[in-house]
């Protein structure tokens, strides 16, 4: 009996607690709802304190998430009291839940003309912005909060996660963006975050990509100083770094150790390509001015020849080549008199002219290479008419596609002449 009157009487205060309207006791919303502080901060207090008890009540409502009767108590409070700024920001704390974010922000805008350094409804501009997907807005409302003296607490924690998602999202859209358009996130990025090494990494290998090697090793140097230094894509972009700079030996020695501690065919590759750009750095003039070259002459496609093809360079017991009249002064002179020795070249029998400037064209060019397997001893040409001989030796022809009369670039040519060299004897 004694437990039923217990029972009893506790359901009776309980139920006189519900008639007299007690809000609810003080709660704190979840999620992202939690940074919703109470709208009297940073705002004049009220003149008659019975305002600042009926709006208390009115928040306690919406902080246990009863939005109905937190609007229905502030829409009276506003009936009664349109200045009171506090209600005004709270009722746009309904509205934010509820996902009415212009209305929300209509009333926020409206609150800060009348009161520019209204803390509160600053902050409530910043959360419309955070679910408005507006991360840089957000980012700055916050960072101006948090350089005011005495800011609530949850600014500077508020203002963390925002600068953290911001970088991720900078991040994310660099990756996918080109070069010029990534650089200048990635660097927005690292203004939010300076020791993200993948950021750094990333925007090192977009700047090689533009060739802008000093500004890669400048985003690269504190990784450097890091535990990430020894990272294979780190080691990698301070390789193509040196390989821009000219340093082909340190960036050989690099890829090199690359190779052997990953295993990754990657690094053998460019280390094989580095050493090839290594060769043609010291080579001779001549050689840079054919390789680079539009539009090649028959000195330029000699010049490729005696340095790209061993048996031609290192050839022996040849005759001496026939003379030639037009040949002095010309940039690839001893290349050509070789040319000439080896019988790839004639020359006029009337005229002594062997003429080094005429132009090589698609069709010299096929000519000229089938010429010169048959002339060096490929099995593959051995008694086959010149127009199946690339064909016979797996050449693919560069210019297959080209009109016959078309010029020809010293890269073009030199394509050709590697692959003869694959097949010639040793």
Known sequence: M?????????????????????????????????????????STPAADPAVDRKFEAAWRYFLAGDDAEARKRLDALLAKDPSYLPAALAAAAVDIRHGELDTALAIVQRLEDRMPDYTAARIYEGEIAVAQHRLQAAYDIYRTLAQRPNAPAAVTERLKMIQDRLFEELFAQAQGAPDDQAVVLLREALTLNPGAANARILLASRLISQKAYEDARQALDPVINSAEAGKPEVQEALAEIEVGRGQYQQAMTRYDRLSRQTHDPRYARRLEQIKEVWNEANLPPQYQQAIGSEAIDRSDFAVLMYWTLNSVRFAQDLGSPPIAIDIEGVPGRDEMIRAMALGLYDVDPVTRRVSPNRLITAAALERLSARLLTLRGADCARGLPGDRVLQACGITDPVATLPPDSPVTGRTAEAMLEQIEKVLPK
Do not use: H, N, Y
């Not at 004694?2 to 007690?22: E, M, S």
């Not at 992202?32 to 009297?40: A, G, K, M, Q, S």
């Open 2 to 42: 004694k437990q039923t009157l217990l029972a009893l009487g506790a359901a009776l205060v309980l139920a006189a607690c519900a008639g007299t309207g007690a809000p609810p006791l003080v709660s704190q919303p979840q999620g992202e709802f939690r940074f919703l502080i109470d709208p009297r901060t940073g």
